[in-house]
């Protein structure tokens, strides 16, 4: 069994800070992709940033210079810094885990979501 855990999300004002954290946890060989997305109420949950187990980051256009994601392969978590942040942040964040498994196996997990709203 894996889990993801995320915690951070909460409330802030225009302009404010939050950071996300996501740990996996459970029998699992190795964490590949690690990434963050969003989704609004009624729309396509929409990628905010990935990052591979090598360190390189993917960052979607809206959030590109105000979010940063970071990961540490040995604690098996994923962060989400997020500055600069806009009322259009307002969203509910998932934390997406790609997982090796044994025997070759993969599968990919999702949190179970941590709300962020930002007030104008």
């Known amino acids: 069994q894996v889990e993801l855990v995320e915690s951070g999300g909460g409330r802030v004002q225009a302009g404010g800070s939050l950071t996300l954290s996501c740990t996996a946890s459970?029998?699992?060989?190795?964490?590949?992709?690690m990434g963050w997305y969003r989704q609004v109420t009624g729309k396509q949950r929409e990628l905010a940033a990935t990052?591979?187990?090598?360190?390189?980051?993917t960052y979607a256009d809206v959030v590109k210079g105000r979010f940063t994601i970071s990961r540490d392969n040995a604690k098996n978590t994923v962060n989400l810094q997020m500055n600069s942040l806009k009322p259009e942040d307002t969203a509910v964040y998932y934390c997406?885990?790609?997982?090796?498994?044994?025997?070759?196996?993969?599968?990919?997990?999702w949190g179970q979501g941590t709300q962020v709203t930002v007030s104008s």
């Open positions: 990052i591979t187990s090598g360190g390189t980051p």
């Open positions: 459970g029998r699992f060989v190795s964490t590949s992709v």
């Open positions: 997406n885990v790609l997982i090796q498994l044994q025997f070759g196996r993969s599968a990919n997990y």
